[in-house]
């Protein structure tokens, strides 16, 4: 049975597929597969309405992005679901925010809602044949890591401003992130490659020169290409 796409030789996925994917219903599968995490979305940016916070609402919603990423590489085998989701979502924040109204998450001053959403079906779309745990990866770095660091700089601040103690915060958890889903996909070797990409991650994100949800997937993207090409993983 054909694993999905950067799952070649994990035959432990197969559990995920119990029908031959020329079967009609392993569609209909992935069509309610897409509308579960295109709820977990919405409902992130439910979640982020309770929050008073702006700046630590757009981090909640980054972070249930990242938990719907984790479902990608084992319940879909086409692009074209998990592509059509993240367009759309693309499109959605576009609109609202043209319109003013993603007030709970928009700040005048930044437009990182609005390079997430654009980021997430570019990386998709350029890590699903090669290796699509690699896009899950770098997603992590801009959910989970760039979240926490967010968090944790406002609660030491008070307010929204660069900190090494956010970028510990990162370092640490982008670097647990990229060891536990690249190292699953690629054993120890990728596991190294992912806490490189976690640290590389953290480094760029202090910098700021550009939006981090921008500079992240950017920089973090090549750096993690050429070392699997280096490894041989």
């Known amino acids: 049975m054909d694993s999905p ?4 030789g994990f035959g432990c996925i197969d559990k995920f597929f119990p029908v031959p994917p020329t079967v009609c219903t392993v569609d209909i599968l992935e069509v309610l597969w897409g509308l579960t995490l295109a709820l977990i979305v919405t409902g992130g940016l439910g979640v982020a309405r309770l929050v008073r916070v702006r700046y630590l609402s757009r981090k909640v919603v980054h972070i249930f992005v990242g938990v719907a990423g984790l479902f990608v590489p084992f319940v879909f085998r086409s692009l074209t679901i998990p592509l059509t989701i993240c ?4 499109i959605a ?3 609202l925010r043209a319109r003013g109204g993603l007030g709970w998450i928009s700040m005048e001053q930044s437009m990182g809602e609005v390079y997430f959403a654009i980021m997430l079906p570019l990386l998709l779309a350029s890590t699903w044949n090669f290796d699509i745990w690699l896009g899950v990866t770098i997603l992590s770095y801009m959910a989970f890591g ?8 406002y609660y030491v601040s008070g307010r929204r401003a660069k900190g090494w103690e956010g970028t510990v915060a990162m370092l640490i958890v982008s670097t647990i992130a990229g060891y536990a889903i690249y190292g699953y996909a690629h054993g120890p070797l990728g596991g190294i490659s992912g806490v490189v990409g976690g640290v590389v991650a953290s480094m760029v994100e202090r910098v700021g020169i550009v939006d981090d949800n921008v500079l992240i997937p950017s920089v973090t993207l090549p750096v993690l290409v050429l070392l699997r090409l280096a490894l041989g993983f």
Not at 5 to 8: C, K, N, P, T
């Open 5 to 8: 796409a950067g799952l070649e």
């Open 87 to 90: 367009l759309a979502y693309s």
């Open 93 to 95: 924040i576009l609109w």
């Open 146 to 153: 760039d979240a926490v660091t967010g968090i944790v700089r």
